[in-house]
């Protein structure tokens, strides 16, 4: 059985930094592309970055590209998202996920496992 349990959520201000982790157990690890997403309130869940299998390919949401950075580690089962520059747009709920596949993907339907959600919010 897969699970993913988020952690490294908080309450910042904006401008700081956060890095969120996710540890992962259940299935190979490193045959598996991973992905951030978040949701705000009243908003869909929208994907934040993903990277594939062996960490070389990346994709992130323009509105994070320059400030947030996703990486993985394979010996460790975990996937990382370091987010800098926070703003207060950034605030929502991250999940982290698991996709079937080696390939990075952006859309929610590609993701089989999820997390419970870590909650970010950033002070003005």
């Known amino acids: 059985q897969v699970q993913l349990v988020e952690s490294g959520g908080g309450l910042v201000q904006a401008g700081a930094s956060l890095r969120l982790s996710c540890a992962f157990s259940g299935r190979t690890f490193s045959s598996t592309a991973m992905g951030w997403f978040r949701q705000a309130p009243g908003k869909e869940r929208d994907i934040v970055a993903a990277?594939?299998?062996?960490?070389?390919?990346?994709y992130y949401a323009d509105s994070v590209k320059g400030r947030f950075t996703i990486s993985r580690d394979n010996a460790k089962n975990a996937v990382y998202l370091q987010m800098n520059s926070l703003k207060p747009e950034d605030a929502a709920v991250y999940y982290c996920?698991?996709?079937?596949?080696?390939?990075?993907?952006?859309?929610?339907?590609?993701?089989?496992?999820w997390g419970q959600g870590t909650q970010v919010t950033v002070s003005s």
């Open positions: 996920a698991a996709a079937s596949m080696l390939a990075a993907s952006t859309t929610t339907r590609a993701y089989t496992y």
């Open positions: 990277i594939n299998w062996s960490g070389r390919s990346t």
